[in-house]
């Protein structure tokens, strides 16, 4: 019999296409699911027989309770090294081997730029009015000679950084811990969180979620930004409160990821005003997806053959 391979949140139905998977042969059976199933009863029943799983980053959280009902499970694989969403202590107790692949920054760095100058030139609008007959109905500010702030100076902030000094921005930088001489050493200026937020045209955001940055920004961090700043949030979503921002105290918002995903139906966000919103689509790129599954098809050659790599 074949190892059972599930990959889950194939959004795009490309997972058979990018990924080797013809180099495992006949010893394993992939299959690729589509829709995304959030009720714990139904994705172990789907999940139930499967002794592989590979989930796209955190889309489908792995915690204790749902690992102890896979029996069959051996072998998660996440794409990318994030390991937020599965619960590593109980997979250990459970002989589950966690295993992560190898990914891009680039991706996220370059929506990031994407959701500001399209929200700030609101291109999205303009697209909208000229399909429904109008012409030429909106203004945004250039963002030369703008600043441009940013909340976590690391790997991606450090990218959006750069292209922000290309565009003739200045660039001011906070996170806890932040050594001034690195932040100068990417063109930007460390400063005090409310002095970024007070002074920042553009406030974008970098960092990793936890229990220190969970709701970093809500009301009152809205409220020291100039009512003509944006924001934008390509990270996680509970790091801001969007019920804040429906409060419309900023020109505008940007966001592509969200406290509840996929974002529901009746999410209030779909009906605020002055957004931009994409669907977790940061990390969703060709190369970013050659790389995920060529390394899944790794990690599960290396678990048939009694090793492991890539180890989380």
């Given amino acids: 019999m074949p190892v059972r391979v599930a990959v889950l949140d194939d959004y ?49 959280p792995f915690p204790r309770t749902r690992l102890e009902r896979l029996p069959q499970l051996k072998l998660l694989v996440t794409t990318g090294m994030a390991k937020a969403s599965i619960d590593l ?33 609101r291109v999205h609008e303009e697209d909208r009015a000229i399909r429904e007959g109008r012409w030429q109905h ?17 790997r991606l902030g450090t990218r959006v950084a750069a292209i922000a000094r290309a565009l003739e921005m200045d660039v001011l930088a906070w996170s806890q811990n932040l050594d001034p001489a690195t932040a100068a050493a990417t063109g930007a200026r460390a400063v005090a969180r409310d002095e970024l937020l007070r002074r920042a045209d553009v406030v974008t955001i970098h960092l990793r979620l936890s229990e ?15 009512p003509t700043a944006y924001l934008v949030n390509t990270s996680r979503g509970p790091l801001v409160d969007a019920a804040a921002l ?19 139906p009746d999410h209030p966000l ?39 790599v890539r180890s989380l």
């Fill in 246 to 264: 429906r409060s419309g105290a900023l020109a505008g918002a940007a966001l592509d990821v969200y406290d509840t995903e996929p974002l529901p």
């Fill in 138 to 154: 909106t203004m945004g500010p250039e963002l030369a000679g703008r600043t441009l702030g940013v909340i976590g100076l690391g």
């Fill in 89 to 121: 202590e109980a997979a250990r107790e459970l002989g589950i081997a966690v295993c992560g692949t190898g990914g891009l920054p680039s991706p996220t760095a370059e929506l990031t730029w994407a959701l500001i100058l399209g929200l700030t030139r």
């Fill in 212 to 226: 220190r940055t969970r709701g970093l920004i809500g009301a009152a961090e809205l409220a020291r930004m100039r």
């Fill in 12 to 60: 795009q139905g490309v997972t058979l296409a990018m990924g080797p998977w013809a180099q495992l042969g006949d010893a394993v059976a992939v299959s690729a699911f589509t829709d995304h199933v959030a009720g714990d009863d139904a994705l172990i029943e789907r999940l139930a027989d499967f002794e592989v799983i590979v989930a796209m980053r955190e889309r489908t």
């Fill in 270 to 308: 779909r009906s605020t005003p002055n957004t931009l919103l994409t669907p977790h689509i940061g990390y969703v790129s060709t190369g970013s997806y050659e790389i995920y599954y060529r390394d899944a098809v790794e990690d599960i050659a290396a678990f048939l053959r009694g090793d492991r």
